[in-house]
C-alpha cells in the first residue's frame, strides 16, 4: 500500500515539476494550490511511514489533521539524520544513501534513495540546475563540455554533490565530462593536479564554452595550482562556473567576492558567469544564487542592495524561508534567523526540514551567511567546540 | 551619567591610540604610584577598597546606576542579571575578607608593607617583605566584571602601577571602577589606566608589555599561548586559560522537603552572570536513588528558571547565539522524541533558559546563556568518567552533599584534579581569598626579599 502511494506522490511531484514554469520566480502563481495539496499530502504519508517523524510529530502533539498549511509542517533538524533513519524505505529498498561530510560514521547524516526516489532526485537536479547554468538549454540550445573540479559519483557514491554533479554532466554534457577531482584513502576530495593544467589547457584549445562544476575549496585548490604553475587561462567565450559548498576546513578558506575575483583572474569567468548553488545532503532539490549572464543585484524590496550582491532561491519545487531561532516564527525582511526548507522532491525522507544554516530573508530567497557558529566567546568559560 | 575623561577608555575615540601614547601612560603610572602608592599601608589600602565596594552596594551610588543604565547594551546583561552579579562581587570585598586574603597568601598582613616575620620564621632568625611589580598590566577576557575588578584590586594591594587592556567593547565595568576608586580616593586611582583595543593590535601591545614587570592574560588557551610567546623573557607571565564547571547533587540531600532549596540553588548558579563565566555549571550531575529522581530535578529545574526569568530576566541575544541554542535544541527535541532517556524543557517562544536531561554522563560543553544539562549518575565515579575529556580544566565543583558523604566526595573530588568545591548556589561568588585555578592569586604577584638576620658579629 505505501509503495503504492509513495510511488504516486512520485509521479505528482516529478509532474509538478515538469510543469513549473522553469524559472526562478519564487513564486508559482497557479501552481501554489498544487504545492499546498501535495506538501499535505506528502506529510500525511510520512508521518504514517516514517516513524521517527511520526515520534518527533507526536512530541510536538501534532498529526497531519492539525496542520492546514505547508508553512506549518514539523520541520526536522538536520543533526537527527546523525540518528535515525529519516526513511520510508525498507531496508531492502534503499540503493543509494547519501552522507553529509562528517568525519566519522556518527557525524553523518543518512539520506536515503530507492530507485525512483533517487530517480525523482535526478529529475530535480536537472530541473533546476538548468535555468540556472544553462539558459540556452531552456530555449532549446545544445550540449556543453562540463569540467567536474570533484571525483566523478563513481569514485564518491555516498556524495549527493558528486551525483548531482554527475547526473547535470551526463544529462547536459557534450561528450564524458573531464573530472579532475578524486578521492584520497581516507575518501577526502583532492584535485588531480597532473592533469588539470593539461586538461585545462586543451579546454582553451577547442575553443568551445564549457561549464566548470566544484566546491568552494575545489576552486581554491585549482587556482592555487595554477598561479604555483604560473598559468592564467581565459576559458572560451559562453563558459561558466558552479560553485558551492563551504571550505570544510580543506582549503585555506576566503570571503566569497574574494574567490570570484581570483577566477576571474585565473580562469576568466567574470562574476556574471558564476552562480552560486546551495544544497545538502538532506535535501533533493538545490537552490541557486542567480542564473548566467543575469544581472543578481537587484534591490531588495527597501530598495537598498543586500550587502552581498546576491540571494539564493530554490525552484518553485521547494521552497526556503527564514525563522526567528527564538520563536520560530519567519523573520522580516532584511533580518537574520535559521533556514527552513519544505522540498517536495524529499518523497521518501521527509519533507520539511530545519536546517543550522544562518540567512538574511532577502524578499522572495534568502542570503546564506553560514552555519550557526560555535557560541561567541563572551564569558571566561570553555565554550563547545 | 557622562563619565569624565580621566583613563584612555573614556575618550570618544579610543581606537585612536599609538604606542607612544601607551609608553606615556607607563610612565605616568610609575611616577605616580612611587609618590602616591608605594609607601602606603595595608590596612589603608584595604579600606580604601572595602569603602567602594560597600558604596557600590548603594542603589544611589552613581556608578551602580550608570552600570546599570549601560550594561544591558554594552555588556548584553539584563539589569536584574547585572545588579545580582555586582551585589554578589562587591559583597565580597569586605575588611575582613581583604586580610584574610593577605594572611592566607603571605602569612602575614604586614607582608607588603615591611620585614616582618610570623612566629615560625622569627625563630629561623629570618624575616621577608613581599614586594608587588612595579608596573602590573592586565589583559582580562569577555564581560563578566568579578575577574578583571579582582585583579585590579590585587595590584592595589601589592602596590602596583596598573594598565588593564580590555578587549572592544568590554571596559565598562573596570573604568566605572576606577572611577568610583578615582572618586573616593584619586591618587590610588592616578596609580590605573584603563584602556580598549581589539586584541592582537601588536604595537601597543609590544609598547605594554615592554613596561610592565608582570602580565596577568585571561583566555581561551590560543589567546594565552599566543601573548605568552610575545612578552619578553624577563617579564612574569601569569596566564589563566579559559575552565568550565559543574554541580554534583548527592542522593541524601533530594527528601521532598529538600528539593526546592536545592534545585533554588542550582537555578542561582545557572543564571548568574547567564552562565558564562568559568565558574558556572555546564551541566549538573545528580544520583539516582535518592526520594526524587535525576528526572524530578530536572523538571524542579526548568520551573525555578522559569521563575528566575520573571525575576531576573536573561535578557536579548545576538541572533547568531540564539540560532546555537535553537539548534542544539532541535538536537535533544528529537532524541526526547524517542526515549525518556532524554527529556527537554524550554521556555515557551525564547531561548531563555533550557534544561537537557540526559541518562548517560559524558559531558558537551553547554552553548550556555542559561542553557543546562542534568545528567544521572550512579555515583561520583560515572561523573568523573563523564567530564574526564575535561580533566585539568574543571574550575569549580558546586556540591550538594551532606555528612560523610560530603567529606568522600570532596576528597575524591581534589584527588581527581577540581580546584574549588563550594556549596551548590555559590558557584559564581568565589571569595577574594579564592585560588583562582588552584594557584594564589595575590602570592603569585608578588616577589619575595629574605633577610636572613645574621648572629651578632
Known sequence: ?385 | MPLPSYFLADRPEPGLLTPAMITEACLTLKANRRRYLEARRTPDIIDAIAAVAEDWLDPANPFRQAALARGPVELGFSRETLAAGLDAFFASLTREGLRALVVQDLGHLERLDQFCAPEAEARSGRASWARGPELLAHLPAGRLPNAPLLSLVLGLLTRSAQFMKCASGTSLLPRLFAHSLRETEAKLAACLEIAEWPGGTEPLEAALFAQAECVTVMGTDATVAALRARVPTPVRFLGYGHQLSFGYVAAEVLAHHNLPRVVAAAARDVAAWNQLGCLSPHAFYVEAGGRNSPERFAAALADALAGLEATEPRGPLPVTEAAAIAARRGFYEVRAAHSSDTQLWCSPGSTAWTVVYESQPRLSPSVLHRFIYVKAVAGIDEALEGVDEFRGRVSTVGLAASGAREQALVQQLAQWGVSRICPLGRMQQPPPDWRHDGRPALGDLVRWVDWERPPAW
Not at chain 1, 509513495?6 to 509538478?16: K, M, S
Not at chain 1, 543533526?79 to 566519522?104: C, I, M, N, Q, Y
Request: glycine content about 10%; some cysteine.
Open chain 1, 1 to 385: 500500500m505505501a509503495h503504492e502511494l509513495f510511488q504516486d506522490l512520485i509521479r505528482r511531484v516529478r509532474e509538478f515539476i515538469h510543469a513549473s514554469d522553469a524559472v526562478l520566480s519564487g513564486s508559482v502563481g497557479a501552481q501554489d494550490r498544487v504545492f499546498d495539496a501535495l506538501a499535505l499530502e506528502l506529510f500525511a504519508a510520512q508521518y504514517d511511514a516514517v516513524p521517527p517523524y511520526r515520534a518527533l510529530c507526536q512530541a510536538r502533539g501534532l498529526t497531519p489533521r492539525d496542520v492546514t498549511t505547508w508553512r506549518f509542517l514539523p520541520a526536522v533538524p538536520t543533526t537527527a539524520f546523525k540518528d535515525w533513519d529519516f526513511t520510508s524505505l525498507a531496508p531492502a529498498e534503499r540503493r543509494t544513501v547519501f552522507h553529509s561530510s562528517g568525519t566519522t560514521a556518527a557525524s553523518r547524516s543518512r539520506h536515503f534513495h530507492s530507485a525512483e526516489s533517487l530517480a525523482l532526485y535526478e529529475t530535480s537536479v536537472c530541473a533546476g540546475f538548468a535555468p540556472a547554468l544553462l539558459p540556452e538549454w531552456t530555449a532549446g540550445g545544445g550540449r556543453f563540455r562540463f569540467v567536474v573540479l570533484a571525483p566523478p559519483s563513481t569514485a564518491a557514491p555516498h556524495s549527493s554533490l558528486a551525483h548531482m554533479f554527475s547526473t547535470v554532466a551526463t544529462a547536459f554534457g557534450k561528450g564524458p565530462a573531464t573530472y579532475l577531482g578524486e578521492t584520497d584513502g581516507a575518501g577526502s576530495w583532492r584535485l588531480n593536479v597532473g592533469r588539470a593544467l593539461p586538461a585545462l589547457a586543451g579546454v582553451v584549445e577547442a575553443n568551445e564554452p564549457v561549464v566548470v562544476l566544484g566546491t568552494a575549496f575545489g576552486f581554491v585548490h585549482l587556482l592555487e595550482h595554477l598561479e604555483a604553475a604560473g598559468a592564467r587561462l581565459a576559458l572560451p567565450p559562453g563558459s561558466r562556473g558552479l560553485e558551492t559548498g563551504g571550505y570544510k576546513g580543506r582549503s585555506r578558506e576566503l570571503p566569497k567576492a574574494e574567490l570570484h575575483r581570483w577566477i576571474e583572474r585565473c580562469l576568466g569567468l567574470t562574476s556574471e558567469r558564476l552562480v552560486c548553488e546551495y544544497g545538502m545532503s538532506e535535501l533533493s532539490s538545490q537552490a541557486y544564487d542567480g542564473a548566467v549572464g543575469v544581472a543578481t543585484d537587484a534591490p531588495t524590496a527597501g530598495g537598498a542592495p543586500p550587502a552581498s550582491g546576491r540571494w539564493f532561491r530554490f525552484a518553485p519545487w521547494a521552497r526556503a524561508w527564514v525563522v526567528s531561532p527564538e520563536d520560530g516564527r519567519e523573520v522580516g525582511e532584511g533580518e537574520t534567523g535559521l533556514l527552513r526548507v519544505l522540498d517536495l522532491a524529499n518523497v521518501r525522507s521527509v519533507l520539511a526540514v530545519q536546517t543550522e544554516d544562518l540567512a538574511v530573508r532577502r524578499g522572495a530567497g534568502f542570503e546564506l551567511l553560514g552555519r550557526v557558529p560555535a557560541a561567541e566567546a563572551r564569558g571566561c568559560s570553555l565554550l563547545a567546540r
